[in-house]
């Protein structure tokens, strides 16, 4: 068995997060039978002395059959409304299931807010680890009734990459309706005509070369390419994840020979470089030129007024902006040592010809991520 699954079959904390597709049909609602195969699964882990956390998705898929909509709504409203019904049942149905072993269910709702805020994010760890010490099981899904567009974490593979940083998780497993990654959607022939291929290992993001993460289906929301991202997030934190299909939970959680693993990077990124690079709210956007993207990127430098060469958003010192090159790619992300008015009348400045008071760099090497 390859290292990677070694470490997720031994990891002591586990971060799950179950896909809506494979614990709710758009017809009938809350599949039980599923949902009570999976906690069977989770339970014989919990016994075999893990402690679990669960992302579980499905709020709003549970919401449409008893609104009597046909389909996933596409608008906010009705989606939150979908989500509001449908959040009550999911929590109802978690509880009676894992209720068959005495366990207590506790759910934690959460918006980007509380993980993009750093004195929220130490509120959510603390509970989150507070209901572990009691040996409850935590089920973690977005507050979608309340989450807006502008601040969502886009999706639940996301989310459970971010809570598995925040539990300081041994390991991430993304349960699904596919039974891992494919070279291309597994639903239709690739390129040259022939099916998509299982990928068992990703050791690093050259594995990633030529594959094609397409949409999810009815009732997902992100498809294969959130799960890429929130596995690459996960490796910055250097959390290893297995992709595999909810169906096969019991061999997923029991010794991790099925599915898809992805690799973490060796070293853990520090808690606060991985707050600048996915978990903070880029609160503004600094344009550079290519000497300042070189200096940034290639050199590892501090980032000086000289380069700036644009700056939008109205964010303060101390907050996170993105930084972008002249052709608009997003190349880093760093805390601001100015406000944005300070920037704008710093820009294009060399240090020289700028006040004593301006002297630092508008974003040190220390603050800066490279994405
Ligand atoms: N390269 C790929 N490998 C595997 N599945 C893929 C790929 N591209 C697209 N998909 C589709 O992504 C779907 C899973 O995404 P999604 O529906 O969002 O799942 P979930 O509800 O579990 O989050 C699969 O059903 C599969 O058809
Ligand atoms: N918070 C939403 C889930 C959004 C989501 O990412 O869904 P999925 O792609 O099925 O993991 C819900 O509970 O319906």
């Not at 049942?89 to 759910?107: E, H, I, M, N, P």
């Not at 509120?123 to 567009?149: K, S």
């Not at 000289?306 to 939008?312: L, N, P, Y």
């Not at 997003?330 to 020289?352: E, H, P, T």
């Amino acid at each position: 068995m390859s290292e990677v699954r070694a470490a997720i079959a031994q990891a002591r904390t586990i971060v799950v997060k179950i896909g809506s597709s494979a614990i709710t049909d758009l017809d009938t609602g809350i599949d039980h039978a599923r949902l009570d195969s999976l906690v069977d699964a989770l339970e014989a882990r919990m016994r075999a002395g893990s402690d679990v956390v669960v992302v579980s998705s499905g709020a709003v898929g549970a919401g449409i059959a008893p609104l009597g909509l046909k389909k996933r709504p596409a608008d906010l409203a009705t989606k939150q409304a979908a989500a509001s019904v449908g959040q009550l049942k999911l929590a109802q149905a978690w509880d009676a299931s894992f209720s068959r072993y005495d366990r207590t269910v506790g759910q934690v709702l959460l918006t980007a807010d509380d993980v993009s805020n750093r004195a929220h994010h130490a509120n959510a760890q603390r509970t989150l680890d507070r209901l572990r010490a009691l040996h409850a099981v935590a089920v973690v899904n977005e507050n979608d009734t309340v989450a807006t567009n502008e601040l969502r974490f886009g999706d639940n593979d996301r989310l459970g990459a971010l809570v598995a940083h925040l539990t300081v998780a041994d390991a991430l497993v993304l349960l699904s309706d596919v039974d891992g990654l494919y070279t291309g959607d597994p639903r239709k022939p690739g390129p040259d005509g022939k099916p998509a291929r299982l990928i068992a290992e990703v050791a690093g993001p050259e594995d990633l070369d030529g594959v094609i993460a397409g949409s999810g289906g009815a009732l997902g929301t992100g498809g294969m390419a959130s799960k890429l991202s929130a596995a690459r997030l996960a490796a910055d934190s250097g959390v290893p994840v297995l992709l595999a299909a909810a169906a096969q939970a019991d061999r997923a959680l029991a010794d991790a020979s099925v599915g898809t693993v992805f690799a973490a990077r060796p070293q853990r990124l520090s808690a606060r470089r991985f707050w600048v690079r996915h978990a903070a709210e880029a609160l503004g956007r600094l344009t550079i030129d290519a000497g300042a993207v070189d200096a940034v990127v290639a050199r590892r430098r501090s980032l000086l007024a000289a380069g700036v060469t644009g700056v939008s958003g109205g964010f303060s010192s101390g907050d996170v902006v993105e930084l972008a090159g002249p052709d608009g790619v997003v190349c880093a992300r760093g805390v601001s040592s100015y406000d944005a008015d300070d920037i704008a009348d710093m820009a294009g400045k060399s240090s020289d010809d700028l006040p004593s008071d301006y002297s630092r760099p508008v974003i040190h090497a220390d603050q800066l991520v490279r994405t």
